[in-house]
Every structure is written in C-alpha cells, then in structure tokens.
C-alpha cells in the first residue's frame, strides 16, 4: 500500500545516489545570480507619499519593480502524507541543479514545508530573471532535460494535487536574498476584491516602514496569471514568539493601524502559513 507508492525507482535512487549540490553552494549562487495619531495629521503625511494614478496603466506595471524584468513562480504540491519524506529526499537532489546550471535562466528564492496551515504540503518558489522569454526558454529546455522528465515522473507518483501561480513583485517591497537560518517563514495570502489592487499597493508603500525593523520583510508579490488579485506577503522570524513580539511592536508605531484599517476592507479571503525551509532553500 502507502511503502509501494513511496518506493524510488532505480533510476531515481542513481539521481539520489549521486553528489548533489551543497545547501550552502544554493545559497551562495542565490546570492551572486540576482541582485496615527490623528486623521489630520495622516492626512497631512499622505501629501508627501508617492501615489500610484490607477488611470494611467494596467496595475502590473504601476506597481512592479522598473529596474528588473524578474517574474516569479510560486508552487503549492500537496503531497500524501506518508511520502513527504520521499518527495523532499527526491526535490533536494535534483532542483538544486537548476538552480546552479547557468544554462537555465532560473534560480530557486525559496524551498519550504509547511508547518502550519495545509498539512503534508511544500512551497516552491522561483525567480526567472528576463520575465516571461526566460520563462519560455527554460519551460522549453525542461522538455528535453531526461533527468527533469524521470524527477517529474517520480514525484507524479507523490502527490495528491498541485498548483502554480506567475507573480510579480512590489516595488517597494525588499527582493528575496538568501538568508542565514535558522528561521521559520510566514506566507500571508491575502485574496482581494477585484479593482482593489491599487489602492492595497498605495497604502502598503506606506506601511512596509513599519515591519522592516527587524528585517522580517523577506517579499511582497502579486499575481499575474493562475488566480488573479491574489497578493503573497513572505515574512522571516526566529521562532513564533519572535513573531508574535514583532506583530505586536508593529501596532504601537504611528500610522500602522491606519493602514490595517483602509486595507482589510480590500480584503475577500486571507490565508497564513508558517512554513519550514528545506535544506537546498537559499532562504533558511
């Protein structure tokens, strides 16, 4: 039953068996690849921030990064319960070789399990540095990648569902660095009304002084293709209670509630993860 479905077949156990890259050579490839107190006076604070004008362009482009042309691709495998040991074993041996082959124009951002929220599930998270060419490019070399095409047969046999999303990242949002550990991450989903992403990006490039403190602001994104007017926040703590201290601080600093208050009635659904990096995640 469950053994059988887990099993690696041989060709799978030689990807295994064979030196794979070192969590700390990701990393260090990750590294060299990319580069209120009062209404009045808040009022008066908004006349000197930058605003996006929704009626200028498409709110992917008002809101990207100018200076990059990176796309990013989040997974979410869902995997049976009892392979998820076989499926991080089989991900930690091969994605790290994409990531340090130059030859493909894509770099893994970050590698987690999910520790709370859906159970028995990894996140993947990818930059593709050139946008949506680069992307094509490397789709395209995948096809004829053997040992790619025998991993995505393997992990078929893992999985219970999947699902991707192409993103975007805030531009005033820090870009992902590979990061010492230990940490834990927290991937806040927020779902928006349709025709809101706007006025979330005007008040957020406001707000994101507030969370940076302490250097817990790991990315901030939004979707572009899968589903739509979708925004993933990624945060670094060491532990849930340096989590909860840094929440906390947050809401004694001036103009934090103000964004809490005209941002969650943007708001259709949100979601929190508190996620676990892989050995091969440049973020740990």
Not at 70 to 94: G, M, R
Not at 109 to 130: K, P
Not at 181 to 200: A, C, D, F, S, V
């Amino acid at each position: 039953m469950a053994p059988r479905l887990c099993s690696i077949s041989a060709a799978a156990r030689r990807v295994l068996g064979s030196p794979g890259p070192r969590a700390g050579d990701v990393a260090a490839a990750a590294a060299t690849r990319f580069y209120s107190k009062d209404n009045e006076g808040s009022w008066f604070r908004s006349l000197f921030v930058h605003k996006v004008d929704p009626r200028k362009d498409a709110h992917s482009t008002l809101l990207s990064k100018k200076e990059t042309s990176n796309l990013y691709k989040i997974q979410f495998h869902n995997v049976k319960p009892e392979c998820l040991d076989a499926y991080n074993s089989l991900t930690e041996a091969v994605l790290p070789k994409l990531h340090l082959d130059e030859d493909y124009p894509c770099s893994l951002v970050g590698n987690w399990n999910t520790w709370y929220g859906e159970q028995d599930q990894a996140v993947h998270l990818w930059r593709f540095s050139g946008g949506y060419p680069a992307l094509m490019d490397c789709m395209n070399k995948l096809k004829n990648n053997k040992e790619y095409l025998e991993f995505r047969k393997e992990r078929s046999c893992m999985l219970l569902s999947r699902r991707n999303q192409l993103l975007l990242e805030f531009s005033f949002w820090n870009e992902p660095q590979p990061r010492a550990g230990p940490n834990i991450y927290e991937l806040r989903t927020y779902k928006l009304k349709p025709g809101t992403m706007i006025e979330w990006g005007n008040n957020w490039a406001r707000a994101i002084k507030y969370r940076q403190e302490n250097q817990e602001a790991v990315g901030g994104f939004f979707s572009q293709i899968g589903e739509l007017y979708v925004v993933h926040h990624l945060w670094a703590y060491k532990d849930l209670q340096s989590r909860e201290e840094t929440r906390n601080a947050a809401w004694r600093k001036r103009g934090w509630d103000e964004n809490v208050y005209y941002t969650v009635p943007l708001v259709r659904h949100m979601e929190s993860r508190i996620m676990i990096p892989l050995k091969i995640s440049p973020l740990q």
